[in-house]
């Protein structure tokens, strides 16, 4: 751990996990220009949005320990890298098919990434420091698909899905080559592994309680943001735009629930910011998706629930340095959340969306506060667990 935070190297993995993020929500804005280009119809193009989710979902782990062999800083270049080369042939794809393998790529790129940022910011923010930092982390997903949304609309209908695709390429280059220059090196060996770290058993009990957590999290996320437009458009006569750009703007509630955390996470002890989020979300599941109330009243009631999932998803991010049981796991841990957060994202939407045609819009009322309970039964578990195991330095 170091002694002294690096602001600035720790603001730069930020920013290429942001520039990352964006490129999960890039397809979004020009996807009438790819249906009518590539003859795509909906399941094709549903394909295309979610398979860069897919190495995530299955190789998560393994980029954790991947992370641990190679250092995180020669990952997350890596991975930029990946990113970039692959966006830039997606621009070109002459296909259908091409596109699809090109997202899977990029989802490799993206992996790299996801996991090796946090555990690059970890390693190089002070103890006192790390809560603070590993919750701006917790703002990188949401910021990034609010930025693909609010740039994608007006530069993909500018320069066509090509030419936005190839902006992206070339942002995602740029930012990996300004961190070559910038990133500190690895500043010491790591050392050999100590025994069974390789295991997914060696991550600990704390650690499995803590992914678990962040699935339930995942799933409540996905529950309000996935669904809120069709609410929004059905139950109070939204147009589809603006159904889109309230759910973007009310995202971007979650970043200042993470930050909030970031402020007040030294102050007040991980139990007690849990309590409180899990209040703002026990008062706002039902005002959120009840279609008695008027929409400005649907609008106020998802933004304290994204708010209060920010501060959730901060705790998750700054929780694994605590919680693993030797610091040499905290890449193994990211890749653990990684995957099941994308299993979650996966899985997720039409499992809710089944639920809520059969049952109506009280279901997802009762799904978000379920989610939530699930997160804060494994959450404190996991501060349990991490209690009666002393953690290893080293």
């Known amino acids: 751990m170091a002694t002294s935070t690096n602001w600035r190297a720790i603001f730069l993995a930020y920013v290429i996990g942001v520039v990352g993020a964006a490129q999960v929500g890039r397809i979004a804005p020009a996807t009438a ?3 009518e280009a590539l003859s795509m119809n909906l399941p094709t193009l549903g394909w295309a949005i979610s398979t860069i989710t897919l190495a995530s979902a299955v190789l998560g782990v393994a980029a954790g320990l991947w992370v641990r062999r190679r250092g995180a800083r020669a990952v997350l270049l890596l991975g930029g890298g990946l990113l970039a080369l692959s966006i830039l042939a997606a621009a070109s794809a002459p296909s259908t098919t091409f596109l699809i393998l090109m997202r899977a790529v990029e989802g490799i790129g993206y992996l790299a990434i996801v996991v090796a940022a946090p555990t690059f910011i970890a390693e190089h923010a002070a103890e006192r420091n790390q809560p603070a930092a590993l919750a701006l982390w917790g703002t990188f997903f949401t ?3 609010s930025l693909a949304a609010i740039a994608g609309g007006t530069l993909a209908q500018a320069w066509g899905w090509r030419g936005w695709f190839a902006a992206n390429g070339g942002l995602v280059a740029a930012t990996a080559v300004v961190g070559f220059l910038l990133l500190p090196t690895e500043r010491e060996a790591r050392g050999p592994l100590p025994e069974r770290s390789g295991a997914p058993a060696g991550l600990g009990t704390a650690t499995w309680l803590l992914g678990g957590a962040f699935l339930g999290l995942t799933l409540l996320s996905l529950s309000i943001l996935s669904m809120l437009p069709t609410f929004l458009i059905e139950a109070h006569g ?3 735009a603006r159904a ?3 759910t973007g ?3 971007l509630a979650s970043i200042a629930g993470s930050l909030a955390y970031g402020l007040l996470g030294s102050r007040l002890s991980p139990a007690t910011l849990i309590a409180a989020a899990a209040v703002l979300l026990l008062a706002s599941a039902l005002p959120a998706f009840e279609p008695g109330f008027g929409s400005s009243v ?3 009631a998802a933004t304290v629930a994204v708010f209060g999932s920010g501060i ?3 705790f998750t991010f700054s929780a694994i340095p605590r919680l693993v049981p030797h610091s040499t796991r905290i890449g193994p841990a990211n890749g653990l959340i990684a995957q099941l957060g994308s299993i979650g994202a996966f899985l997720g939407p039409p499992m809710v969306g089944s639920l809520v045609s059969q049952y109506g819009w009280g279901a997802l009322s009762l799904l978000i506060v379920a989610f939530m309970l ?4 494994l959450a404190w578990a996991a501060l349990s667990a991490s209690k009666s195991t002393p953690q290893q330095s080293g």
Request: proline share 0%; hydrophobic share 70%; no cysteine.
């Open 33 to 35: 220009q790819l249906r």
């Open 143 to 145: 910021l990034g698909l």
């Open 238 to 240: 939204f147009t589809s």
């Open 244 to 246: 889109g750009s309230t």
């Open 249 to 251: 703007l009310i995202a």
């Open 298 to 300: 649907a609008i106020a």
């Open 312 to 314: 959730l998803m901060a």
């Open 374 to 377: 699930m997160f804060i039964a």
